[in-house]
């Protein structure tokens, strides 16, 4: 796996990059990635330097059409994921559902950073260096999208589809409240808590419900098969062109990418097992 910065014209047409785009301080780069199942995906990745976002979108073997948006300067990441209906059980159409969540730092690499990416080989398949196995969320209410911007101005747009289904954290609230300029009261009243927390009788999880228009608690599991998740730095003299993307003479220097593999679990509040039947 090779990936490094362009410095200049020369450098950037001997690449021969596939399919990258740069406009207007925006790139879009295309992956192909080969999941744990050997099934080879195509992951598009959008860097936006203005916005200070970055945006990785790919479609599932299933179906199901996965978008993760990352935005730096509000410390949040949103996990899309539009999953298409059973029709032998009624469902004609599909459903969509949002996950905001605080982003960590240092868990994927700058906009700055990815906007500069090029691919040596574009028609490689790559797999991550590292699998950093599955994160746990339990989320505690819905966020009311006419009144999100508090939180991020990009999950209004994204999620627009999601009116009733866009869910945050009570202890993500918590933590953006440290940030500067923020507010728990405005934070709060952007998120209506489920039932369960008001009343503090959560009902049971979907798979052991058995009405199936009875509330429930659903599970729903997104894996990021590959995604840049640090950057690299080599020890020693670097060349001229690194130099220029501010390595030192004789100190560590940028070199490269490290690539993760990462998979989040969603539990959420559902009005009925219908929202979440493959949770079974």
């Known amino acids: ?16 990059c596939f399919l990258v785009q740069i406009s207007h301080g925006i ?44 935005d730096f300067r509000s410390e949040v990441q949103v996990h899309k994921a539009l999953v298409l209906g ?15 969540t605080k982003f960590q730092k240092g868990d994927f690499i700058t906009a700055d950073a990815m906007a500069k990416l090029r691919q040596k080989n574009p028609s490689t398949i790559r797999t ?26 990009h999950i209004a747009p994204l999620c627009s589809e999601a009116q009733e289904a866009t869910y945050a954290r009570d202890a993500d609230l918590k933590a953006w409240a440290e940030l500067p ?32 228009w009875a509330p429930c608690i659903c599970t729903l599991e ?27 003479g004789s100190s560590s220097y940028r070199c490269g990418i490290k690539t993760c593999r990462k998979c989040h679990q969603y539990s959420y509040y559902v009005r009925e097992k219908q929202q979440c039947l493959w949770d079974e």
Do not use: H
Not at 1 to 16: H, N, Q, T
Not at 224 to 247: A, E, F, T, V
């Open 27 to 70: 790139s879009q780069l295309v992956i192909n990635v080969q999941n744990q199942g050997g099934e080879v995906v195509q992951e598009t990745i959008t860097s936006s330097v203005g916005d200070d976002t970055c945006t990785l979108e790919f479609q599932r073997s299933d179906g199901t059409l996965i978008t993760k948006l990352i």
């Open 222 to 248: 997104l894996c990021i098969g590959w995604y840049p998740c640090g950057l690299k730095y080599c020890k020693g003299r670097p060349d001229s062109n690194q130099l220029l993307n501010g390595g030192a």
């Open 128 to 153: 991550p260096e590292e699998d950093r196995g599955k994160e746990n969320y339990t989320m505690t209410g819905w966020v009311q999208l006419d009144r999100a911007s508090p939180i991020s101005r």
């Open 181 to 212: 300029g923020s507010s728990i009261s405005i934070l709060e009243s952007a998120v209506k808590p489920f039932p369960s927390v008001t009343t503090g009788s959560p009902p049971s999880r979907c798979s052991d419900v058995s009405a199936i």
């Open 86 to 100: 059973e029709e032998e059980r009624g469902q004609s159409q599909y459903q969509v559902m949002c996950f905001v």
């Open 1 to 16: 796996m090779y990936f490094e910065s362009c410095i200049s014209r020369k450098i950037v047409i001997g690449f021969i």
